[in-house]
């Protein structure tokens, strides 16, 4: 069984930038997709990123392309996401996931991180 923790949550202002990181913990970590999602308050959970095992092939949500970026170290089992140009929207609790397949659905998903928040103030 994987186990997720994620870090690198906080406050930053519109424009700013902040890395998220999720360690990994468990056997055979980098046979895993990872994926990060995020929940905003009395929204569903949306899509953000996803990372093949090998870390070859990314795949975004449409709010982030182009301003976030997700990649892996399997040596350190984690994976991060680089986050530039904070919108307020992009304000919520977001989750670091393990999977089979790289996928947008929430569902495709095994292993969930408990999350960490980011707050973007205007």
């Known amino acids: 069984q994987v186990q997720l923790v994620e870090s690198g949550g906080g406050l930053v202002q519109t424009g700013g930038s902040l890395r998220l990181s999720c360690a990994a913990s468990?056997?055979?970590?980098?046979?895993?997709?990872m994926a990060w999602f995020r929940q905003a308050p009395g929204k569903e959970r949306e899509f953000v990123a996803t990372v093949s095992w090998r870390g070859e092939y990314t795949y975004y949500g449409d709010s982030v392309k182009g301003r976030f970026t997700i990649s892996r170290d399997n040596a350190k089992n984690t994976v991060y996401l680089e986050m530039n140009s904070l919108k307020p929207e992009d304000t919520a609790v977001y989750y670091c996931a393990a999977g089979r397949t790289t996928y947008s659905l929430s569902s495709a998903y095994n292993y969930w991180g408990q999350g960490t928040q980011v707050t973007v103030s205007s």
């Open positions: 468990g056997p055979s970590f980098s046979n895993y997709a």
